[in-house]
């Protein structure tokens, strides 16, 4: 039985990938160098790391769009998280470019999600405004694929970080807003983001009863389909036929225009009204009322979060509060704010 090395993969992937791929071998490198791994090109080597790490294993109780589901088929970060991982993955084998590096930055892009989702994230941020001319050095605002990026490069591994590669940190810090991804593999990473929430979102909505399948609009999906997978067989279809050869990965009109329609539609129909919305008010004042907390009284921090200056406090709390699953807080809230009944 032959020995499938580090040096076999990284001159396969010389042999079979597309020269406007990211090559192994050809990383910008880390912030601080590693001996090689015998077996694993560096890219493979992120991508394992990431998935052991803690912030991974928290977005299994993190918050997709419904807050606490009942039923069990509901997405969940994590879902969410490996749907983007399949999707991504599959473009870039059909454009032969690099899997393992479209893998490893699909499984970090949301890692730095607060608890409940976007909310929570409108929760710190109301917040942290409020404290912006107490706290000079407020981290304001807060975005997610910034915390993400922050996670990997301070946080985990006892605040080591995790030491990426740059590719992947670049993918994981560009993969929503205006600046696209450096690699190939980045940017497809950032559209198979959407295409995943789009579909598995509607998905949701209907197994929630919130829409039927019928009160889609008639103009995006007789482009994109009528059906979950059809939908993503269409976008996924478009994105390798359209960016095949090309120096950007990109949709055709029609079908670009057609998600963007759908997306906009389940803004007004789902995302900002009905069910999906109901709870929010609470886990807004969770997410504030810990926060307030911890700021008045540091020394309740765990001891990895607490601020070795009071110019450190408001990055830690953040750090603390926005790491949380939705099942800590809450517990975390009950634990701080709710009495408990007498015990006789």
Known sequence: ??????????????????????????????????EPDRYRTEFQRDRDRIIHCKAFRRLSHKTQVFLAPEG????????????????ARSIARALRLNEDLTEAIALAHDLGHTPFGHIGEDALNGVLDEMKQEYPSVPAPFKHNRQSLR?????????KG????????????????????????GQIVATADRIAYINHDIDDAIRGGIIR???????????????????????????VESSHGADEIRMSEPVERAMIDLRGWLFENFYLRGKAKEEEPKAFRVVQMLFRHYIKDPRNLPEEYRPSSEEELVQ???DYVSGMTDRFALRTFERLFVPRSWMF
């Open 1 to 34: 039985m032959d020995i499938i090395t580090r040096e076999t993969y990284e001159a396969e992937e010389h042999r079979r990938l597309s020269p406007k791929a990211a090559f192994a071998d050809r990383t910008r490198g880390r912030e601080r160098a590693l």
């Open 72 to 87: 069990d088929h509901y997405r969940t970060r994590l879902t969410h998280t490996l749907e983007v991982a399949q999707i």
């Open 151 to 159: 996670i990997v490069e301070v946080l985990e591994y006892e605040g």
């Open 162 to 185: 995790l030491n990426l590669t740059w590719e992947v940190r670049d993918g994981i810090k560009h993969h929503t807003g205006k600046i696209k991804p450096a690699t190939l593999e």
């Open 213 to 239: 399948e019928d009160q889609l609009p008639k103009a995006p999906t007789d482009v994109l389909g009528h059906h979950h997978g059809a939908r993503i067989t269409t976008m996924v279809r478009d994105m």
């Open 316 to 318: 830690c709390v953040t």
